[in-house]
C-alpha cells in the first residue's frame, strides 16, 4: 500500500488560478537571483494544469540550451530529448520547468565547481552539495515540483540530504542513460530529486525501462522485497564527525522500533574511495576527449591555426577541475600504469560488489549521507582535492556498486537539514520507497520556500 | 610528479596551462596520486567488474536509422557545403 502524499496526484487535481504559472515563472526569476538553482527557466512552462519537472544541465532536452555546466558545452543546443525526458513529456502530465545547476561534467561534491553555484535552500551562506546542486535547490523551494538529476558517486544523495528532500539513485541500468552528458559511463544514473518518497516512486515508473538507445539499460525485473534489518557499518561511521553520529544516533534509536539494527564490520567498504576515483577519472577523461571546439558547444573561432594548436587553444575552456581529472585520468591510462590503477581498480570494485550484495540480502545499510554537517561555501572552498573526495565516503560504495540507494531527510542541525542514506540490493529498488514512505508517515521535513503553493 | 610527464600529459590530452596553473596541478596531482597509490594495499584476485551490474551485448540490426532534427544540430555552426568547419589538417 503506497502513502498517499504524492502530490503530483494532489496537484494536477487541484483548482489553481489561471495565471498560476506565469506567477511561479516570477518567483522562479527572484528565486534564482538569491539562490541559482537554474542555469536555465523554460519561459513556456505550463500547460492544462500539468506538473513542473526539471532537468539537470547535464540531461538533453530538444531545443534547450544543455551545458553540462561547462563552458565547453555553451550555446549546445540538443537536437533530441534524452529517453528520461521524452517518458516525461509522454506521460502527458508533466511540464518542463528547466535546466539546474550542477558541477561542470558532474566534477564535484558541493556545487562549487561552475560559475555560478547554486545556494543552500535553507541558508544562502552555505553549500548546496553537488554535483546536483540546483536539482536538490529547487526541489526544497519549490512546493511542486521533481527533478530528473544524475549521480556517479553521490550527485543525487548529498545535495537531497543537505537540502532536506528525498534522493533516489536507481540501479545501473534501471534507467537510460541515452541523452544524458556522460561523465563516467560505468557509474552514471539518471534518478530523481522530490519532497515525499511517492513522487520519486512515481517518476522512476516514468522514465525508467529498457531502451534501444542504451546497450547497458537492463530489462531485469524490479523488486520490493523488505528487510527487517538494518546494518550500519563500523569502517565507515568511524570517519563520522561527533555531531552528526549523534542526530544519527537518535533516528536509529526511532528506526529501533520497527527494524532490528546491527553494526557489522564490511573492511571492504572502507576501499571504495580510490578506486571511484580511479575509474571515474580514467573515464571522463576519455568522455572529454571528444569536446574539440567545432562540432558542438563552444566554437573556437581560429580555424586557421594548426590541427593540434586549434584544438588545445580550443580546450581551454575548461574548468580547473575539469583540467585536473583530465590529466589525472590520461595518467591512469597510462601503457606503464594501467595495470597497477586502473585494472586493480576494477578488481576492487568486483570485490565490493560481492562483498555488499552478501550483506544486502540480510537487510538494508544504513548511513548518515555525508560525514560532517553542512559546510558553509566559505569551508567548502578551502578543502583540498582529496579532502574533498573524502566527503564522498557513504555515498561511493553504492554508486561504484550500481546498487540503488535513498536519502531521505529526518531532521536538522543548526537550522540545516540532515539526511540518512539506505542501500539495498541491485533491482530492489521498489524496497526503499516503501522503507522511507513508513518514515515520512511520522516525519515531515518543514521547508523554509514553498513558492507555487496553490 | 615531474615537469616532464605533466608536459607529457598535457600534450597529450590537448591540454595547455600557466606556469602557475602547472605549479598548482602537479602539487594537487601529487596529492592524488599518493592517495591512489592505496589501492596497492588491497590484496584480491577478482575478476575486474567492467561495468558494475551484468550487462549483456545488444546489437541492433545494421540498418540505416534517420537521425531527428539534422537542421537543429546544424543552428548556429559554422558549416561549409553541409560539413562542420574545423582546424586545417
Known amino acids: 500500500m503506497w502513502c498517499n502524499v504524492e502530490s503530483i496526484k494532489e496537484f494536477i487535481n487541484a483548482e489553481k488560478p489561471s495565471d498560476y504559472y506565469e506567477r511561479l515563472l516570477a518567483e522562479l526569476s527572484a528565486l534564482n537571483r538569491e539562490y541559482h538553482p537554474f542555469n536555465l527557466i523554460n519561459e513556456g512552462l505550463g500547460k492544462h494544469g500539468a506538473f513542473p519537472f526539471s532537468t539537470k544541465a547535464n540531461i538533453c532536452v530538444k531545443g534547450f540550451e544543455t551545458t553540462a555546466g561547462s563552458k565547453m558545452l555553451k550555446d549546445y543546443i540538443p537536437p533530441f530529448n534524452a529517453t528520461a525526458v521524452e517518458r516525461m513529456f509522454g506521460a502527458g502530465h508533466f511540464t518542463f520547468m528547466g535546466e539546474t545547476n550542477m558541477d561542470e561534467f558532474g566534477f564535484g561534491t558541493f556545487g562549487l ?60 541500468g534501471a534507467v537510460s542513460r541515452y541523452g544524458l552528458i556522460d561523465y563516467a559511463n560505468s557509474l552514471d544514473k539518471i534518478g530523481v530529486m522530490s519532497r515525499s518518497s511517492a513522487d520519486s516512486r512515481l517518476v522512476f515508473d516514468v522514465i525508467r525501462g529498457i531502451d534501444k538507445y542504451d546497450t547497458t539499460c537492463s530489462a531485469a525485473e524490479i523488486t520490493c522485497s523488505g528487510r527487517s534489518t538494518l546494518f550500519t557499518v563500523k569502517e565507515l561511521m568511524e570517519h563520522t564527525d561527533p555531531a552528526i553520529k549523534s542526530e544519527f544516533g537518535r533516528l536509529l534509536d526511532k ?47 581560429e580555424t586557421n591555426l594548426k590541427y593540434n594548436d586549434f584544438f588545445t587553444e580550443a580546450r581551454s575552456e575548461f574548468g580547473m577541475e575539469a583540467k585536473r581529472r583530465i590529466i589525472l585520468g590520461t595518467f591512469i591510462r597510462s601503457e606503464s600504469v594501467k595495470e597497477k590503477y586502473y585494472t586493480k581498480a576494477l578488481s576492487v570494485r568486483g570485490m565490493i560488489i560481492r562483498e555488499m550484495s552478501k550483506v544486502l540480502r540480510d537487510g538494508y545499510i544504513i548511513s548518515p549521507a555525508l560525514p560532517i554537517p553542512t559546510p558553509k561555501v566559505s569551508e567548502a572552498e578551502r578543502l583540498s582535492p582529496t579532502q574533498n573526495y573524502a566527503m564522498d565516503i557513504f555515498t561511493i560504495p553504492p554508486n561504484l556498486g550500481g546498487f540503488p540507494h535513498i536519502t531521505f531527510p529526518y531532521g536538522k542541525k543548526s537550522g540545516m537539514p540532515i539526511g540518512a542514506q539506505l542501500i539495498t540490493s541491485q533491482f530492489n529498488d521498489y524496497s526503499l520507497f516503501e522503507f522511507v514512505e513508513k518514515w515520512e508517515e511520522g516525519f515531515s521535513m518543514q521547508y523554509r520556500h514553498n513558492l507555487g503553493s496553490i | 610528479m615531474e615537469e616532464k610527464e605533466l608536459e607529457r600529459l598535457l600534450k597529450t590530452s590537448r591540454l595547455k596551462a600557466s606556469e ?36 549483456q551485448s545488444r546489437l541492433r540490426e545494421d540498418e540505416v536509422l534517420p537521425f531527428q532534427d539534422v537542421e537543429l544540430m546544424k543552428k548556429g555552426r559554422k558549416m561549409h557545403n553541409g560539413y562542420f568547419v574545423g582546424p586545417r589538417l
Open chain 1, 113 to 172: 565547481n561552475t560559475e555560478t553555484p547554486a545556494r543552500n535552500a535553507f541558508d544562502s551562506d552555505f553549500v548546496a552539495g553537488g554535483s546536483s546542486s540546483g536539482a536538490a535547490v529547487a526541489t526544497a523551494t519549490l512546493k511542486y515540483h521533481v527533478a530528473i538529476a544524475e549521480s556517479t558517486g553521490g550527485s543525487i544523495a548529498t545535495p537531497a540530504a543537505l537540502n532536506g528532500v528525498v534522493g533516489f539513485t536507481p540501479t545501473y
Open chain 1, 255 to 301: 528506526l529501533g522500533r520497527d527494524y532490528e539494527i546491527r553494526e557489522i564490520s564490511v573492511e571492504a567498504l572502507s576501499k571504495a574511495i580510490e578506486p571511484y576515483y580511479i575509474i571515474a577519472m580514467a573515464e571522463a577523461s576519455t568522455n572529454l576527449a571528444k569536446y574539440n571546439g567545432y562540432k558542438y558547444g563552444f566554437q573556437y573561432p
Open chain 2, 20 to 55: 602557475s596553473e602547472k605549479k598548482l596541478i602537479r602539487a594537487d596531482v601529487s596529492e592524488i596520486i599518493s592517495f591512489f597509490d592505496r589501492i596497492s594495499l588491497v590484496d584480491t584476485e577478482e575478476k575486474p567488474a567492467y561495468h558494475p551490474t551484468d550487462v
